[in-house]
């Protein structure tokens, strides 16, 4: 067992690495399948009309980046050992990585934009149900 851990690795040479299960290609590949294809779906919907052109831009560019991730995802889950190709796995994982950050900070961006909608329809509905001028009414009761 030894020797072949020194084949694929020198640097494992004398550890104890025990076993190492990866996940099946007949389950990661019809799942990423099915997540690409809702996101494919998403992403044809956000075409509407009725989708602001900005929010738009972000979800469509979170989607893409979050499509751009299945493939690594699925290469660092099922095709990639660790004991055999540590670089290849880390580079996947890396991948996986980057593109989820990217992912999270497009959805923090799209929250600061949400809210700041909210806020801004919340102060115009405000302003048509009071009539906008709530202090000069107090003053001249």
Do not use: N, Q
Not at 5 to 17: Q, S, T, V
Not at 61 to 81: E, K, N, Q
């Amino acid at each position: 067992m030894i020797g072949l851990l020194a084949a694929i690795d020198p640097a494992l040479e004398g550890r104890a690495l025990g076993p190492w299960t990866m996940i099946s290609a007949w389950i990661t590949l019809p799942v990423a399948i099915a997540v690409a294809g809702v996101l494919v779906w998403y992403f044809a919907r956000l075409g509407r009309a009725d989708v602001p052109r900005g929010r738009r831009w972000l979800r469509r560019s979170s989607i893409v980046c979050a499509l751009a991730a299945l493939g690594p995802l699925v290469r660092a889950l099922t095709f990639v050992h660790p004991h055999e190709d540590r670089v290849g796995f880390a580079v996947a994982w890396s991948m996986v990585l980057l593109a989820l950050v990217a992912c999270l900070v497009l959805a923090v961006i799209d929250v600061i934009l949400v809210t700041r909608s909210g806020v801004r329809d919340y102060r115009e509905l405000r302003r048509e149900t009071m009539g906008g001028k709530r202090k000069d009414a107090a003053h001249g009761a």
